[in-house]
């Protein structure tokens, strides 16, 4: 296993993601929407992996999202799922079964829920952690990263999620995102962010700003980790 998760790492590497990460869908606590929950021990193995946003292209925002921002939204996503689909392509080649996700794609929009959440993949991988603003949150780029998720029967070493001396990274007593969102959604305690808060002021921005997405960006931009 060890040398499997080599070569993924080797794969990762050449499509040049960011970030990446391997965890166990036993820690999965969520059920898969529009898809049968049994594929979580069919593909015990979840794969998150990462591009990071341009500092630049973030730089620009000032008081919410641009069609600048908005192209690159979309032309990361476009590339996450490239890579998805091109390493669930590799993991097929050698024997194993692989199903890749959207990265950016709601199936249920009441509740503002897609087939899997990256989030939650990205925090049983060990890539990070859900901050104060409700993102995934990486220790040295922040909230300015996108994700996308593989699942795989591919035998992998997982993060050892379920540790009890696993050491958690928190946003600690840091609170920039808190300062600059426009919804006041989010609140020091992590657990209490306003969804619906931050859904209207998103639905305000893409029609006020002729976006056709539901996108802000103030609090990644304010969420740079220890990025320079």
């Not at 990274?169 to 931050?198: N, Q, T």
Request: charged share 20%; proline share 3%; with cysteine.
């Amino acid at each position: 296993m060890e040398e499997n998760n080599q070569i993924i790492g080797k794969w990762l590497e050449e499509f040049d993601v960011d970030v990446y990460g391997i965890g166990s869908m036993s820690y999965y606590d969520k059920d898969l929407i529009q898809i049968d929950n049994a594929i979580k021990s069919k593909l015990p193995f979840a794969i998150s992996f990462g591009l990071v946003l341009s500092k630049a292209v973030i730089d620009t925002l000032t008081d919410g999202p641009t069609l600048l921002y908005l192209n690159h939204y979309r032309q990361l996503n476009y590339r996450l799922d490239m890579i998805g689909y091109l390493l669930a392509r590799k993991i097929e080649k050698r024997g194993y079964n692989a199903l890749p996700f959207a990265a950016s794609q709601l199936v249920d929009w009441k509740n503002q829920k897609a087939h899997i959440s990256h989030k939650k993949i990205g925090v049983i991988a060990g890539v990070g952690w859900v901050g104060r603003n409700n993102l995934l949150i990486h220790p040295v780029y922040g909230a300015q990263v996108r994700y996308n998720t593989i699942l795989t029967d591919m035998p992998l070493i997982a993060f050892d999620f379920g540790s009890d001396d696993i050491s958690y990274f928190s946003c600690g007593d840091c609170h920039a995102c808190k300062d600059v969102c426009p919804a006041f959604a989010i609140d020091d305690d992590p657990y209490k962010f306003d969804h619906i808060a931050c859904y209207n002021m998103l639905t305000t921005f893409k029609n006020k700003r002729n976006l056709g997405h539901h996108i802000c960006g103030l609090c990644i931009k304010a969420c740079s980790g220890k990025r320079k």
